[in-house]
């Protein structure tokens, strides 16, 4: 972790050292090797002929490093397919699983039937979340994908991340944008955030740009990012607080937190984000612990998270969804949950939203035939 903020703080210095400006002219030449690396794999796939699945499909990603809300968008879809009672999966690779190697399925639609361990924080959280959707991990989305679809019965597919994945071509593409990314900074891996060029962004069916309500400037990013996109519009979007669930698995309204004092902690993509939005309810967050991504909570460290609450005189500790995925078997002190959903915050693009657009191509009222 401590590496990682290292490298965040380096690459996005506003007026490096002399050694950062020689540690930023290596990672410039790391970059162009990884210019080259994308575009031979992206050919290479291209000879081979990516996968397209037989069900409507939407892939949901970014192009950046960091989380962006993928998950949370993917389940907000997933969610309104069950309403509409379309048997959807969502696939997925399974980060932080002890091995990344195996095909399995977590959720089969009625139950969950794999933890954390060996299915991924991501993967839990999302069937805990979901009724009826399948959930499924694996290194090959193709092959989870035909699992889903003829042991399972599938009627649509939900990609949790692969817009890099060359391999697969999905009838939809939307790419996610964290707001507080700045894309007149951002340089190509390891130089920067981006797995690929900027201009990559012109071949995504949808643009969201995410965190609009932890960005001042949140305008200015959206007419840039549409500049990129030659004019189109994006809407903006925010993960919106739904509820607290208390250790008792009681829920009650995210203004609950309004004047607690509580030691927060999380293990997420973007590191910040959790300890904004609590500041942004009225509690006042007197820690914020900070773990990995992905990171697998032992029980020493879980019990030292109790006593240093407990030697703040918090009120109690809060934690994320994803965070909870993995608690949830674990023996914890008394630790609320923060559930949050996704929510357009702008969607003056003209018609339908985005999203309502994207359902109804799911549950088949656009068909995939032919594309």
């Known amino acids: 972790m401590a590496g990682r903020i290292r490298w965040r703080n380096l690459v996005d210095s506003p007026s490096p050292t002399a050694l950062e400006r020689l540690q930023l002219g290596a990672l410039s030449g790391a970059s162009c090797l990884y210019r080259a690396g994308l575009a031979l794999d992206r050919c290479l796939h291209r000879l081979r002929g990516p996968w397209r699945p037989p069900v409507p499909s939407v892939c949901v990603g970014n192009i950046t490093v960091g989380g ?21 999966a969502v696939i997925l690779r399974g980060y932080g699983r002890l091995d990344p190697r195996s095909t399995r399925v977590v959720h089969d639609g009625r139950s969950l039937l794999e933890g954390p361990d060996t299915a991924g924080d ?25 699992l889903a679809l003829t042991r399972l019965g599938v009627q649509a597919l939900l990609f949790d991340d692969g817009l890099q994945h060359w391999g697969l071509s999905t009838h939809r593409t939307v790419a996610l944008w964290d707001a507080t990314v700045d894309p007149s900074r951002a340089r190509l891996l390891p130089r920067g955030c981006l797995r690929e060029p ?12 995410t965190r609009c309500d932890a960005a001042p400037d949140c305008a200015r990013v959206a007419e840039a ?43 997420l993509g973007n590191p910040g984000a959790f300890s904004a939005t609590l500041t942004a309810l009225g509690a006042e967050v007197l820690e914020d612990r900070v773990f990995p991504d992905h990171h697998r909570y032992t029980a020493e460290e879980v019990e030292a998270l109790g006593a240093a609450a407990e030697a703040l005189g918090a009120d109690g500790m809060v934690t994320t969804e994803k965070d909870w995925a993995k ?23 003209g018609g339908a939203s985005p999203l309502d657009d994207l359902v109804d191509f799911l549950g088949g009222e656009e068909t995939a035939a032919g594309e």
Request: proline share 4%; net charge positive; aromatic share 2%.
């Open 122 to 146: 991501e993967a839990v959280m999302l069937a805990q979340g979901l009724s009826r959707t399948v959930v499924v991990v694996g290194p090959s989305r193709r092959a989870s994908s035909e």
């Open 327 to 349: 608690l949830a078997t674990m023996e914890t002190p008394a630790v609320r949950v923060l559930e949050v959903d996704f929510a357009l915050a702008r969607s003056d693009l």
């Open 225 to 267: 990012l549409g500049r990129i996109r030659g004019g189109a519009a994006a809407p903006l979007a925010n993960h919106a607080p739904v509820a607290v669930r208390d250790a008792q698995g009681t829920r009650h309204r995210p203004e609950s937190l309004a004047g607690q004092r509580l030691l927060a902690f999380s293990s």
């Open 68 to 88: 962006t809300g993928k998950t949370t968008l993917v389940r907000h879809l997933a969610r309104r397919l069950e309403d509409r009672g379309i048997r959807s």
């Open 198 to 209: 900027l201009g990559g962004l012109r071949r995504f069916d949808v643009l969201i740009i």
